[in-house]
């Protein structure tokens, strides 16, 4: 077992890291801010287009699903370029297939979006 803190301590200390990286997130990664904002937006609009409470959840996971992909994507990023700044093609891989996560989340919002729009306006 590894030494260190444990307890109720371990989840301050784990809570810091994470509203760390939060903060880091928003501070040194544009497409998470403008993913923010995205995300905000639509949270505000999901409360205006559902209709029950399982619609809202429908519409707000793939919301938080590309924030989280997107610090992912961004974790990736930023170990490979602290590897090497040299291109090599395995690293190029990586990152274009984080980015690509990226994309089936973009399209994963758009699908239940519109989905959901159209149920409620059209059916």
């Known amino acids: 077992m590894k030494p260190g803190l444990t307890g109720i301590a371990r989840l301050i200390a784990a809570s810091k890291n994470s509203l760390r990286g939060m903060r880091d997130a928003c501070k040194y990664e544009a497409a998470f801010r403008q993913e923010l904002v995205l995300t905000a937006a639509l949270l505000l609009l999901s409360f205006w287009l ?28 930023n170990t490979v370029d ?12 990586a990152k274009d297939m984080a980015s690509s996560a ?18 409620k306006f059209y059916a």
Do not use: K, Y
Not at 82 to 90: A, G, K, P
């Open 50 to 77: 559902a209709q029950t409470l399982v619609e809202w959840l429908l519409l707000i996971m793939p919301l938080f699903l590309l924030l989280i992909v997107e610090l992912l994507n961004s974790a990736i990023e």
């Open 82 to 93: 602290r590897i090497s700044d040299e291109h090599h093609v395995l690293s190029g891989r």
């Open 102 to 119: 990226i994309m089936l989340c973009l399209i994963l919002i758009a699908v239940v979006w519109l989905a959901m729009a159209w149920s």
